[in-house]
């Protein structure tokens, strides 16, 4: 529930109730019970106590019920708040691998163009690229959880970009490249580059979310 929300049910509980207890007092035929004129007996002025009773109790629970909603998703923030604390320096190193493998890739990029025919062994190192990435430290289920309450689906970011990284790792250390043609190589370094690229957007907007909610207590 945003944060918005639970105020505009009290409001519009409020509004309900006076709305309701306006109708009540125009329409209450207003009199002493026993006067004159009066054709209000106990069991009418009962009825009529009993439904402003009632309106009260609704719009009294009502309240409670938004105020422990707030109450709880307050909870849920300030524990999402500690996880992010503790992922936002590992997500600083990730970001910094993967831009480092980034731009190790651009350089082999720039290398291919010059091959005249199939890669020879030895001549790039690609696998040292994807175990670069397989030693970046991830976070399972169990660690993304706790972000779940952090808006703009923090954990979902971060599980996809785990995803894409997941992938590159897969292509440059199960793939032989020697043996490659030239535009194959071409190929082999734009698919990584575009997965690598992925991933380090993903992760980096989640880094951000993270930054905001970890920047208060850094500051204090």
């Known amino acids: 529930m945003a944060w918005h929300k639970p105020i505009c049910i009290i409001v519009a509980a409020i509004a309900v109730a006076t709305l309701a207890g306006l109708s ?3 329409w209450i035929p207003w009199c002493k019970m ?3 004129g009066c054709s209000l007996g106990v069991a009418e002025w009962a009825y009529w106590i009993a439904a402003i009773g009632t309106i009260c109790t609704l719009a009294g629970t009502i309240w409670i019920a938004t105020r422990e909603s707030a109450r709880r998703k307050e909870m849920e923030i300030s524990m999402a708040s500690i996880s992010a604390a503790h992922m936002h320096v590992t997500l600083i190193h990730v970001h910094s691998v993967i831009t480092g493998v980034e731009s190790a890739l651009r350089e082999l990029k720039v290398v291919s163009q010059k091959l005249t025919g199939p890669v020879e062994a030895g001549v790039t190192n690609f696998h040292s690229l994807g175990m670069r990435l ?3 430290p991830t976070f399972d289920i169990q660690d993304l ?3 779940a309450p952090l808006p703009g689906k923090c954990a979902a970011k971060i599980a996809i970009g785990q995803g894409f990284i997941s992938a590159c790792i897969k292509i440059l250390t199960e793939r032989e490249v020697e043996g490659m043609t030239p535009d194959e190589v071409k190929i082999f370094i734009e698919d990584n580059l575009n997965l690598i690229v992925q991933a380090d957007k993903s992760i980096q907007e ?3 979310i993270v930054f905001k ?3 208060p207590a850094m500051k204090s």
Do not use: D, N, S
């Open 34 to 36: 026993g006067e004159t």
């Open 134 to 136: 397989k030693a970046i």
């Open 213 to 215: 909610y970890t920047e």
């Open 145 to 147: 959880l706790p972000l």
């Open 206 to 208: 989640a880094r951000l």
């Open 24 to 26: 009540l007092a125009v």
